[in-house]
């Protein structure tokens, strides 16, 4: 316990009559939080907030979107999966799934026994509808189950342990989720949205264009999220 910094928030803390609480429950590592802050001061910038990922991309949803209910936020990033539930406006669920980009690489590149770039570019390929061997497509379609029974579980863990059973909306991020065929498999399941980060929050710098915005859209949400934060925000 000595070797990470834990922090709670009262989720309910006007309502005297209940008699459970319920917590929200932050732990982080000391030694991840000391190399992230070291990053930032090695590239002569100021560490004024250190962030959960997962928060910051509920913060980021909270900012553009005014769905109410429960709403799942997925970011498939590069190594790891961030899930965020946010229920009636307040972040209340947030979880690591070790699974991202690179698995889909590293099964291309097994099964089709190429290096890794070029499992990499293939993946890419595939992902932005280009031209690719079959077997490509079939090897990424097959790969997305691992991660689709973590999503399918932890919302399943969440709907079965609180007051709310129905999942308004699931929002999907990330360059992970690009994935060939990862949108069209979890559809079958949910309803599912592309997060766009840029909905209302809007760039007044000249050399951030729209095309270049969208570009990066599905790249963004966690880094929104992190800039939305203030000194003093709880």
């Keep these: 316990i000595s070797e990470v910094n834990i922090e ?7 309502d005297k009559t209940s008699d459970v609480m319920d917590v929200l429950l932050v732990a982080a590592v000391k030694e991840a939080v000391f190399k992230t802050a070291e990053v930032a001061s090695l590239s002569g910038l100021t560490c004024s907030i250190v962030d959960v990922s997962g928060f910051a991309l509920g913060n980021c949803f909270l900012k553009n979107y005014e769905s109410q ?6 970011n498939v990033g590069a190594g790891i999966t961030q899930l965020a539930i946010v229920d009636n406006r307040e972040l209340v669920y947030s979880r690591d799934i070790a699974f991202g980009g690179v698995n889909y690489s ?4 097994s099964r089709m026994g190429i290096s890794f770039q070029e499992a990499e570019d293939l993946k890419v390929t595939a992902s932005n509808g280009g031209q690719v061997p079959e077997e490509v497509k079939e090897v990424l379609n097959s790969s997305h189950d691992p991660l689709l029974d973590d999503i399918s579980s932890s919302l399943d ?10 999942l308004e909306g699931l929002y999907l991020t990330g360059g992970g989720s690009r994935a060939y065929g990862f949108k069209e498999k979890l559809s079958k399941t949910y309803s599912v949205d592309n997060l766009n980060p840029f909905q209302k929050v809007k760039s007044k710098s000249k050399s951030l264009s729209a095309a270049y ?4 859209t599905d790249l963004s ?13 709880s």
């Design 213 to 216: 915005l969208d570009r990066v």
């Design 69 to 74: 209910g429960v709403n799942c936020i997925i």
């Design 157 to 166: 863990l969440y709907l079965n342990s609180s007051s709310s059973s129905q």
């Design 8 to 14: 709670f928030k009262i989720m309910n803390p006007k």
């Design 221 to 233: 949400s966690i880094a929104v999220g992190l800039g939305l934060r203030k000194l003093g925000d």
């Design 106 to 109: 590293n099964e291309v590149q």
